[in-house]
């Protein structure tokens, strides 16, 4: 994992309208060439589990990781992505430091390799990362957009909801959809939910 520069920080890689070529070495050598230790370490054990890419598209596998590439670093906002910096730094050689790594990065890895869902303590932390990012503070949050599902604005006041269309072919950080919570309930058959959670009386 290289750490960002500071003036790379906060920038979602989510965005479309901004294309940039990600440092070969943050992307897993299924996506590019050189790969750091880590990823190497999650890749093996997703395929000791048997499971392959195959013709999986790998686009937004490859957004994730320039997500992390441009806001991972010890004093970034995104405050997993702080945690990630520092174990990748002043923390980077202790065991414990190893494992969390190799298993964050697995965690982003199966969303393609596996293609389902991720299981709820995952949804969180994607979704954190994503709200982080989204509202750096310094200008309009991206989530202040076109609801996916309705095409209408998603105002000042409204929860932004994440979620994926239910026949996606892989499930990333960066091909959920902002949607109103709404339009999920109308049509739950067609979404699945990223974040927030629902609580108690919902």
Same mark, same amino acid.
């Given at each position: ?7 790379? $920080? ?130 309009? /949050? ?17 929860? /932004? ?23 999920? $309930? ?17």
């Amino acid at each position: 994992m290289t750490i960002s520069q500071p003036g790379l $920080a906060n920038r979602s890689s989510c965005d479309n309208d901004e294309p940039h070529s990600p440092p070969a070495a943050l992307i897993p050598s299924v996506v590019a060439g050189s790969v750091p230790p880590g990823d190497i370490v999650a890749i093996d054990r997703l395929r000791q589990e048997g499971l392959r890419l195959g013709e999986k598209p790998l686009a937004s596998l490859r957004q994730d990781f320039e997500l992390l590439d441009f806001n991972t670093r010890p004093s970034s906002g995104v405050q997993v992505l702080s945690e990630y910096g520092i174990r990748c730094s002043t923390d980077a050689n202790s065991e414990a430091s190893r494992r969390w790594r190799s298993d964050f990065l697995r965690e982003i890895l199966t969303g393609t390799y596996r293609a389902t869902p991720p299981d709820t303590t995952i949804r969180r932390k994607w979704f954190q990362i994503r709200m982080d990012v989204a509202d750096p503070g310094m200008c309009r /949050p991206e989530y202040r957009t076109d609801c996916t599902a309705c095409e209408q604005a998603i105002g000042e006041g409204e929860t /932004p909801t994440l979620a994926w269309p239910a026949d996606s072919p892989v499930f990333q950080m960066c091909n959920a959809q902002w949607i109103h919570p709404a339009c999920i $309930a109308s049509g739950a058959d067609r979404w699945v939910l990223l974040g927030p959670e629902k609580t108690e009386g919902e």
